[in-house]
């Protein structure tokens, strides 16, 4: 039987997929409702709640802070996948490490500029595992994609990645976010199909 190499690639591809998905070339946009206006002069980013040190970062502050490149797939709760998107930011670890977070936090909560909040357990955020994205395909993130800064968490569907986030909250309890209380998983694991409360 002659196996024609170009199957090979696409193989791969499927096991990159999680049940239920399926690959996008294109990246849809999914936004509660409308896309804020984010004036760079005026934005900030706080890290507070259980921390030593609460932090604000102006825009150009927070663009001078140690940037991590990662290439990951997304997958939307909506069905489709992303392959190898690409994204330039500043990573959970590093900014966990400057607040110092206090030995009780246990879940991070995201707070955006259009009032989205979505929870995270603590180590869903660290180990590389997410970052504030400040450029997708190295360009500044749209402003429909969440920019100028989203959270990025590729690992979880993507309700998980706030976009326009303004502040990340540690705490000792989790906290159900906008999604979370109107019937999504609330841990959002896309390789066991969490997609709905009871999944
Ligand atoms: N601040 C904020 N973040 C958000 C949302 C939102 O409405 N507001 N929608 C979430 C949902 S449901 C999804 S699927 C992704 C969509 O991101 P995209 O529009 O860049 O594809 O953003 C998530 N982050
Ligand atoms: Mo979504």
């Not at 591809?13 to 049940?19: A, E, G, K």
């Not at 357990?121 to 989203?150: C, F, N, Q």
Request: hydrophobic share 35%; glycine share 6%.
């Amino acid at each position: 039987m002659i196996i024609s190499k170009g199957f090979q690639p696409k193989r791969a591809r499927n096991d990159r997929l999680p049940p239920g998905q399926y690959e996008t070339r294109d990246f849809p946009v999914l936004s509660l409702g409308p896309t804020p206006e984010v004036d760079l002069s005026t934005w900030k980013l706080e890290v507070r709640g259980l921390v030593e040190k609460p932090c604000a970062w102006s825009w150009q502050e927070f663009n001078d802070l140690p940037q991590e490149n990662i290439v990951r797939d997304i997958h939307c709760v909506t069905k489709w996948s992303k392959f190898d998107t690409r994204w330039r930011g500043v990573s959970l670890d590093y900014l966990m490490e400057v607040v110092g977070v206090s030995p009780e936090a246990t879940h991070l909560i995201a707070h955006s500029y259009d009032g989205y909040t979505t929870n995270l357990p603590l180590e869903d955020v660290v180990s590389g595992k997410a970052m504030v994205a400040l450029t997708y395909d190295d360009a500044p993130i749209a402003a429909e994609h969440g920019g100028p800064a989203r959270l990025l968490v590729p690992h979880l569907y993507f309700w998980k990645s706030a976009k326009w986030v303004k502040a990340l909250e540690f705490v000792d309890a989790d906290e159900p976010g906008f999604w979370e209380v109107r019937g999504y998983h609330n841990y959002g694991d896309p390789w066991k199909e969490q997609r709905y409360t009871n999944d």
